[in-house]
């Protein structure tokens, strides 16, 4: 089992829509949570961070955690053509590491 | 403005030809790491360093040198560069490892 997974995707969606990413952890120890977004050959740039369980939510986007089920999700409304990146899902496991997810590629269809 | 500047952003070199990509941030961060993305495999990390003079083997650190001398500089050496290291290199930095990461731009490493 990988330690981050995500859904590779694509996932495509039309504009106003909501767009809907998962991530799996196995690290039960995993205490900070992170959704960074990266558009074709850039860097990552964080969306959000969340570190407990619940909702949070920042503008158009909200992530949820879940520890209990080891998930954690980012959800963004009334997605944007704009929005069409790869999103990475990382966690910080009971380490010094952040391991990252393999990426969910996001298409935003006008 | 706070940043993570790495450098070279491209490189085409030969196997065998020693190379170092440096690495600088200007916001006192503690915790700096080197990942390399490749097609497929993400994101995966190098090599991490928690403070000046501590670094740690991340998940792929065969081929790699590191060092920490100052706490904003955390250059990444190949000795002896081969094919199999051709990739995206990024640095990133952060106050500390449970909170958010800053990327650099990024390195592209050609190895011929």
């Known amino acids: 089992q990988k330690e981050v997974e995500q859904n590779s995707g694509p996932l495509s969606v039309p504009e106003g829509a909501i767009a809907s990413l998962n991530c799996t952890y196995s690290?039960?120890?995993?205490?900070?949570f992170f959704w960074y977004r990266q558009y074709s050959g850039k860097s990552p740039e964080l969306i959000m961070s969340?570190?407990?369980?619940g909702d949070k939510e920042d503008g158009r986007f909200t992530a949820q955690l879940n520890k209990a089920s080891q998930y954690v999700s980012l959800l963004i409304r009334d997605s944007q053509p704009s929005d069409s990146a790869t999103y990475l899902c990382?966690?910080?496991?009971?380490?010094?590491?952040?391991?990252f997810g393999q990426g969910t590629e996001l298409s935003v269809k006008p | 403005e706070a940043q993570v500047t790495q450098n070279p952003r491209y490189l085409i070199t030969v196997t065998g030809k020693k190379l170092t990509v440096t690495c600088s941030q200007n916001m006192n961060h503690e915790y700096m790491s080197w990942y390399r993305q490749d097609p497929g495999l993400g994101l995966r990390q190098i090599y991490y360093?928690?403070?000046?003079?501590?670094?740690d083997k991340g998940d792929v650190p065969e081929g790699y040198k590191v060092s920490r001398k100052e706490k904003r500089n955390f250059p990444l050496i190949l000795e002896s560069p081969s094919p199999n290291q051709t990739s995206l290199y990024f640095c990133?930095?952060?106050?500390?490892?449970?909170?958010?990461?800053?990327f650099g731009d990024g390195t592209r490493l050609s190895i011929l």
């Open positions: 969340i570190y407990s369980n």
């Open positions: 690290d039960r120890g995993s205490q900070s």
């Open positions: 360093s928690m403070n000046v003079e501590v670094t």
């Open positions: 990382a966690v910080t496991p009971f380490t010094s590491k952040l391991i």
């Open positions: 990133a930095s952060s106050p500390r490892i449970d909170q958010p990461q800053h």
